[in-house]
């Protein structure tokens, strides 16, 4: 398995629903020994493994060398970063290309060609749809880059006001007031950045209060014991700290 952080915490092997990621050393005896179990597997439970979707990412490697692997397991070969489960393995969130997905999604849900069969209230609600149908995983666990949310915020301000990437209408209100919450006299429309912030808060609540989840663990391991603490303030009472 891989090997996180200096106490020996092993993992093997990850499974989400019918997914699996085997980790093993990029030594040919430790490939031929995943081969044979593979194949044990399929002999036994009358599965059939799908070579075609199946793939070899070596990490610290040459191409050849993972090539070489991936002949051995009738694979494909990739590199970083790849995809699993909808997310960028290996991509760096501070770059545009790895949202790009999620800006073609939003382009493509919010088209110009939808927005003339559509009152002002169906684009609305359009709009608030898109974004509630968002990859919550890239959110949750990315921040997004200011020049990203602002592309968003471009993409659905010209849906809702008409206009297109060539021509600009006039917008008869500011995206700042459009975005505040109908009791304080906004459309209720999400911001991305503050939906981002969000669900990071959620980790982070769920880092301090959780003890024993692997994620953790695999955090702990690498860069220190984390958690909550209480720090007693004489003036405005105890407080609780992420440290």
Known sequence: GAVVGSNDLSIPHLQFANDTIIFCEADREEVLTVKRILRCFEIVFGLKINY?????????????????????????HQSLPLN????????????????????????????????RFLSF????????????????????LFKM??????????????FLWGGDTLRRKIHLVKWGEVTQSKSSGGLGIRKVRLMNACLHLKWRWRLGSETDALWKQVISRKYGEVGWRLWPLPVDGPRLSLV
Do not use: F, H
């Not at 075609?52 to 494909?76: Q, R």
């Not at 699993?84 to 991509?91: A, E, I, Q, S």
């Not at 020049?147 to 010209?158: F, H, L, N, Y």
């Open 145 to 158: 880059p200011e020049g990203v949310a602002k592309e968003i915020d471009k993409i659905q301000s010209r």
């Open 84 to 115: 699993y489960l909808g997310m960028p393995l290996g991509g760096n969130p501070r770059r545009r290309r790895t949202w790009k997905p999620i800006i073609d999604k939003v382009n493509q849900k919010l088209a110009s060609w939808k927005r």
């Open 52 to 76: 075609y979707k199946s793939v070899v990412c070596g990490i610290g490697l040459t191409d050849e060398l993972s090539k070489e692997y991936a002949s051995m397991l009738n694979y494909v």
């Open 121 to 140: 209230a169906g684009r609305l609600t359009m709009i608030k749809s898109v974004l509630s149908s968002l990859p919550t995983y890239y959110l949750s």
